[in-house]
């Protein structure tokens, strides 16, 4: 979550001029499917800072609560704050690798949907050759796995954004000693082209595989998605 509002997060200019700051809430109820129903913002800001709020709180993927009793899916109440600091949002955009210009050519949708069929695969801002030097320049092998001769592939679950950014970024085959934190923290920093449907630009799911190797280059990466053309 942290590393979401780190990436995702866009202060309102106007919010900035007035240097409004705060932790803006909203609550809802995550059902047995992972939905977010019924939210409402509980705790104000101002009008710009709610409204990003509930943007950034409509990008993102739950996995429901699990009873500590009967260890079956429930569904549960939330709260989740989001916090707005002008001093740490400057810090993210220092941070930020993949600020590139807007992608503006196509309208983007605006349903929040993550769309399976799609007419056109996302890609990476600069091709795929570039992504792949990119990793391999990018990636830092982690000590704790090079002392204990760890290797292996993270594969890693996200979604591409209709600007381009990825968001729920999370780790579905893991590798031990830091790799898949190091991997999610490269992955997170690139931008993409994004998906396209009927014209317009969409979310889409992605998985996209990070070797790791301790002798010779990282392997080559090739773009899974779900659904297709």
């Known amino acids: 979550f942290k590393r979401f509002i780190r990436f995702h997060l866009v202060y309102p200019e106007e919010a900035l001029k007035a240097k409004e700051q705060g932790n803006v809430a909203i609550q809802c109820v995550i059902s047995e499917k992972g939905e977010a129903l019924y939210p409402k913002i509980v705790k104000h800001v101002s009008a710009s800072v709610d409204a990003e709020a509930m943007h950034l709180f409509k990008l993102l993927k739950w996995t429901p609560a699990i009873a500590s009793v009967t260890k079956k899916i429930i569904a549960t109440e939330l709260v989740v704050a989001f916090p707005f600091e002008i ?11 993949f600020e590139k210009p807007d992608i503006i050519d196509k309208p983007a949708d605006s349903s929040f949907v993550v769309y399976e069929k799609i007419d056109k695969l996302p890609a990476y801002f600069y091709g ?16 704790a796995a090079k002392i204990q001769n760890i290797e292996g592939t993270v594969v890693l679950n996200c979604i591409v954004e209709t600007d381009g950014k990825l968001s729920n970024i999370r780790v579905e085959k893991p590798v031990g000693g830091g790799c898949s934190e190091e991997a999610i923290e490269v992955l997170a ?3 993409w082209v994004p ?10 799911e992605l998985h996209y595989p990070i070797a790791f ?7 080559d990466n090739t773009i899974k998605g779900q659904g297709g053309q």
Do not use: M, W
């Open 87 to 97: 001093s740490k949002y400057k810090k993210y955009c220092k941070e930020r690798g």
């Open 189 to 191: 920093k690139t931008r």
């Open 128 to 143: 795929n050759d570039s992504l792949v030097k990119y990793i391999n320049t990018s990636l830092e092998y982690p000590s």
């Open 213 to 219: 190797t301790l002798q010779g280059a990282f392997h």
């Open 195 to 204: 998906a396209i449907s009927n014209g317009k630009y969409v979310r889409y």
